[in-house]
């Protein structure tokens, strides 16, 4: 039997949703592998890897702060970091090419100055009390990616956040030594890794995990070995170990948190990174020996509590969502 052709006009696709859409959830990059489908869990647990990968950086940062500047532990730590991004783009053309050069230039400028300032922050704090010092970062996150972003930031985000915050304000204790002048360096590196997340997630897009990282350690690298006789002292062998060591783990922490900012909202992965605070606090008693007192560990358990619950609602709203049912009613549903 012959086929007859339809009449009338072929039916039209269904409407793409301009970003950032009804309920700000920017739409997944269809030029690069960084699809947001199913990561309702892998891009908070990967930015926890990489906010661990952080801590265990900064434990060698921390020694090295005490004799060399600050510049010059950052320049080390961008070689490796450079290298990394490197290996990752050779022979790939296309991935040293950028899409936004301005926001990478911005990023690379960003992290710089949050790096810098934090082990600046190092020479006088310690690893814990200036972790916990720079995570006013998800807060300043969080409003930027209202404003910047258009992401919705729902009541039940802003109370994980809070809680975090609650925690991280009990590990300092207001009117504490943490409170003193170097506790301004550690604040102005979370104002610039607040700039550094959200451009993240404006370049996550467009770019390849692989540019961004070639794009922001290359940034650095150039700016610090521009100004290199400023401040380069000899270095020990057992300096440029540890150097190389930071380095390593920097970078890894790097990629794992690109990956994660370009998988999810930049506002639900804020309460996250507060696993820092915890990485840095059990990390200082292993290492030097500094054990958390009882008012440290209620803070602990405070951003625990925010980040699990983050963590269990957005698992829900992924399987809900995942089901067919709207954003909105997965919301209600997913409600505790």
């Known amino acids: 039997m012959r ?37 309702g869990t ?34 080390m ?33 960003a992290l710089l100055g949050s790096g810098l300032l934090f082990i600046r922050g190092l020479r006088d704090l310690g690893v814990a009390e200036a972790t916990a010092i720079s995570f006013v970062t998800p807060a300043f996150v969080t409003l930027l990616s209202i404003v910047v972003l258009g992401e919705s930031v729902h009541v039940r ?20 030594e943490a409170f003193q002048s170097a506790a301004l360096f550690p604040l102005g590196s979370a104002a610039c ?10 370049i996550g897009d467009g770019d390849a995990v692989e540019t961004i990282l070639l794009w922001s350690s290359g940034v650095g690298f150039l700016a610090l070995t521009a100004s290199w006789p400023a401040f380069a002292v000899a270095m020990t062998p057992l300096q ?11 970078a890894m922490g790097q990629y794992l948190l690109i990956v994660g900012y370009t998988r999810g909202e930049a506002s639900l992965l804020a309460p996250f990174s507060y696993a820092q605070v915890l990485f840095a606090a059990g990390l200082s008693a292993l290492v030097f020996g500094v054990v958390p007192d009882s008012t440290t560990l209620a803070g602990i358990g405070l951003i625990l509590l925010g980040g699990a619950y983050t963590l269990y609602r957005e698992s829900a709203l992924t399987r809900l969502r995942s089901r067919g049912m709207s954003p909105r009613r997965a919301r209600r549903r997913a409600a505790l």
């Open 157 to 176: 985000r802003w109370a994980a956040l809070l809680i975090g915050l609650a925690g991280v304000v009990t590990i300092l204790r207001p009117g504490g």
């Open 3 to 39: 086929r007859i052709p339809p009449t009338g006009p072929d039916p039209l696709p269904p409407p793409i949703a301009t970003w950032p859409g009804p309920d700000g959830d920017p739409p997944a990059a269809t030029n690069n592998l960084h699809s947001t489908a199913g990561s």
């Open 240 to 250: 440029i170990a540890q150097a190389v060591m930071m380095g390593g783990l920097y």
């Open 77 to 109: 730590r961008y070689v490796v970091l450079l290298a990394v991004a490197v290996s990752m783009v050779w022979g790939r053309r296309r991935r040293w090419v950028a899409s936004r050069p301005a926001l990478q230039l911005l990023r690379g400028f």
């Open 42 to 75: 892998f891009a908070p647990l990967t930015v926890v890897a990489a906010v661990g990968l952080f801590a265990c950086a900064d434990l060698f940062a921390k020694p090295l702060s005490a004799t060399l500047p600050a510049a010059q532990i950052a320049w």
């Open 193 to 202: 890794g607040a700039v550094m997340v959200v451009t993240t997630r404006r």
